[in-house]
């Protein structure tokens, strides 16, 4: 099956191309941004070695789809889709932060709580919690934005604004923005019998000043979700919580020896875990979009992705 590992386009009046952990963004002419999603798999900040078939495709249209749901709580980059592993929009200028905001302590959060932390980016948890236990209310922990190959970091509110990495007013744009998006998430996975846990946002500035939601939204790699149903039950007899994220890659990966930490392994992926894989981001579209997935023509991807790109730019 054909994957999606790089690319390297040449677009009309393209300026440079960043390549992150997952999406290649291409600058035409200082004014658009080329996003294309590819099927590169990373966890704990780290590309793993083999990709998952229809990934790219999936988070690209899970973020668009919920790009289009949410634009009227908050302004957003987005221009296009001119194909299915590609989203066009505006050039902005990326802030140095990612809004990480959390109903529910899980993942990370209850790493650290289980660590014996009691204070997460400046902002306290209650004590007496359970993993997977809902926050009295939302809370904001903010992480660094890290280059390719570093790890992202917790850092508080206090310390952005100490640093200088984002102006008090603009902050408190971040803020109110995140908790808005929080909102309309929940709302819209509750209509699909999920319940958004924790997320993280990306914003940036247009050339005009305007700050907008940049780069991808409620997608399972930005994302974790519970089953609503037996949510309670679950974690009334202590039982692990259904859920719909990228957590249970992460999990496989803690169970065979790799938390991205120096010395170790990558384990090796077999195929039938890579399908396994391919198979869970095809259920976590279905379950979070409510539309059955279509999968799109896998044969020439790249003269695919080139051609589509390439007549949305000429018109």
Known sequence: MNTINETNFKFPNQKSVYKGK??????????LLVMVATDRLSAFDV???????????????IATKMMKDT???????LLANPDENVAVGHLCDPFKVEMVIRGYMSGHA??????????LCGIAMPAGLKENDKFPAPIITPSTKADNGEHDEDISREAILAQGIVSEADYAVLENYTRALFEKGTEIAAKRGLILVDTKYEFGKTKEGKIVLIDEIHTPDSSRYFYADGYQERQNTGESQKQLSKEFVRQ????NGFQGLEGQEIPEMSDAKIIEISNRYIELYEQIVGEPFVKAATENVLDRIEKNVNSFLSN
């Open 252 to 255: 496989w990966l803690i169970e």
């Open 22 to 31: 997952v999406r290649e963004v291409y600058n035409i002419n200082d004014a």
């Open 47 to 61: 590309i793993l070695p083999r990709q998952i078939p229809f990934k790219g495709q999936i988070l690209n249209q």
């Open 110 to 119: 209850a790493r650290e709580y289980k660590a014996g932390k009691r204070v």
């Open 71 to 77: 634009e009227a709580v908050v302004p957003n980059w």
